[in-house]
């Protein structure tokens, strides 16, 4: 049996490169930090100003760099992959964490809204595997993390966001369909499925005091997550660790989901 040294050896990503989308704030910025802490060589990318975060990157002694992005345009993701093979010459992990949320009545969702939310939370990361598995082949392995949520799997309330929870369940059953079709090629993918966490997208309901109570009374933890939380479990899913992980959906949601 392998001693504690090996098996902690096995959360290390030395040598490996790594893509994160909506890597510039948030949970996404946290899930670089543990990935390079971890060893691995980290692309972070986002619609813009995302100098100051790979900066922040470098400064904690991990090699990172800046890919301006928009996902919601269809030759976005493999131009982008494109680029991290071109500057890596290869590209070993994708965490596809770039996402938005918006609220609402469904009878007053509009068309704008729908197709802004599905284009980035669901076409994006589709998108975003189909490029990287080419170059995941190449490399002869690969791991894909997806950023889903607790509200694929459960109508979270106070708040209406059938969209929303429609996009995130979307991405789970992406996840397990490509983990199935991937498995025989060493090409692992898994989902995170993140509750209440804090970050700049769920500040307002963070904030907004009605909906806030019943966030915080309907989570056995009593409390919202911190993105760490979530970085640890990305990195987790994205090691050698999770060697035999392929089609789960990890649920990080402080208990929210057992009730």
């Given amino acids: ?12 990503l030395d040598g490996k490169v790594a893509l994160v989308t909506g890597g510039t704030r948030g949970i996404g910025l946290a899930i670089a930090h543990a990935l ?33 992005a928009d996902l919601s345009e269809p030759a976005a993701p493999d131009r982008m992959v494109a680029d991290v093979v071109d500057a890596a010459g290869r590209l070993d992990i994708l965490v596809n964490n770039a996402g938005i949320a918006i609220h609402g009545d469904t009878v007053d969702f509009s068309d704008e809204d729908l197709d802004r939310l ?81 970050t700049d997208m769920s500040q307002g309901g963070i904030d907004n005091p009605e909906w806030f109570p019943i966030w915080r009374d309907m989570t056995p933890m009593q409390r919202v997550g911190q993105p760490e939380e979530v970085a640890t479990a990305a990195l987790f899913l994205a090691s050698p660790a999770a060697s035999y992980i392929t089609g789960a959906v990890l649920v990080i949601d402080g208990g929210y989901t057992t009730r």
């Avoid at 619609?47 to 975060?53: L, M, S, T, V």
């Avoid at 002869?140 to 607790?150: D, L, P, Q, R, T």
């Avoid at 025989?184 to 995170?192: F, P, S, Y």
């Fill in 118 to 198: 599905m284009s980035l939370n669901v076409d994006a990361v589709f998108r975003c595997c189909r490029a990287a598995i080419p170059a995941m082949r190449s490399a002869g392995s690969g791991a894909i993390v997806n950023v889903g949520s607790m509200s694929g799997i459960a109508s979270n309330i106070p708040q209406n966001q059938v969209a929303y929870n429609s996009s995130k369940a979307a991405v789970h059953m992406m996840t397990k369909s490509l983990a199935s079709e991937l498995a025989l090629e060493d090409i692992r993918v898994n989902a995170l499925a993140p509750g209440y966490i804090q």
């Fill in 1 to 12: 049996m392998n001693d504690s040294t090996d098996l902690l050896g096995r959360f290390r």
């Fill in 36 to 68: 390079g802490q971890a060893g691995a060589r980290v692309f972070i990318s986002g619609r813009k100003d995302g100098e100051e975060a790979a900066e922040m990157l470098r400064a904690a002694g991990h090699e990172a760099s800046f890919l301006a």
